[in-house]
């Protein structure tokens, strides 16, 4: 079975930092983009980041491009999200997400459970 | 940027047709793609590729693309419909994807 879980959300004080981490099973990890999107509460959905199978390539949104960092171990199957200068609005639950079809025919399928993160005093 | 327009909110009675519309320019140049997120539940994918279903999802759920507009499509509305329902695009001029705003769709 295909399956993305997602760990490492929590409460952080505005200003601080967090790291998420997505374990993959159920395929070939190393062949696929990965990509990290965000829905803040009652909002939509947005994508925040991208990274290519081998890591060479990575994108952000505007908004977190120099605080928020994506990589990946292959060797591990995982995905991260490494996330700094944290803001209330960064507030929201973070999926982990495969990109799949091909360049201008992708879409996320698989999803992760998704998970929490709030940034408050 | 691409930028993608769903209407709020939809509402059909049950076992009416539903049509939610996703509006871009020049859309259907581009492949689009639905995902359905029932109350504090994971977006999932209902279409891919403007009409195609993946495994596991009704015949009732089917897409089309033309011009300015794509249109998720469910017919037979059941209460179990009820959701948001998102489009989405991959934009290739800064390979990232869009998200439409959302649709909820009301089951009367």
Redesign the interface.
Same mark, same amino acid.
């Given at each position: 079975e295909v399956q993305l879980v997602e760990s490492g959300g929590g409460l952080v004080q505005p200003g601080g930092s967090l790291r998420l981490s997505c374990a993959a099973s159920g395929f070939t990890f190393s062949s696929y983009w990965m990509s990290w999107v965000r829905q803040a509460p009652g909002k939509g959905l947005e994508w925040v980041a991208n990274i290519k199978q081998d890591g060479s390539q990575k994108y952000y949104v505007d908004s977190v491009r120099g605080r928020f960092t994506i990589s990946r171990d292959n060797a591990k199957n995982s995905l991260y999200l490494q996330m700094n200068s944290l803001r209330a609005d960064d507030t929201a639950v973070y999926y982990c997400a495969r990109r799949s079809g091909s360049w201008s025919h992708s879409w996320f399928d698989p999803w992760g459970q998704g998970t929490l993160v709030t940034v408050s005093s | 940027s691409y930028v993608l327009t769903q209407p709020p909110s939809v509402s059909v009675a049950p076992g009416q047709t539903a049509r939610i519309t996703c509006g871009g320019n020049n859309i259907g140049s581009?492949?689009v793609?639905w *995902?359905q =997120?029932k109350p504090g539940q994971?977006?999932?994918?209902v279409v891919?590729?403007d009409t195609d279903r993946?495994s596991g999802i009704p015949e009732r759920f089917s897409g089309s693309n033309s011009g300015n507009t794509a249109t998720l499509t469910i017919s037979r509305v059941e209460a179990g419909d009820e959701a948001?329902y *998102?489009c =989405?695009v991959?934009d290739?001029s800064?390979?990232?994807?869009?998200?439409?705003?959302?649709t909820k769709l009301t089951v009367l």
């Open positions: - | 581009r492949s793609h *995902y =997120q994971v977006p999932v994918l891919y590729d993946p948001d *998102y =989405q991959w290739t800064v390979d990232h994807p869009v998200f439409g705003g959302g």
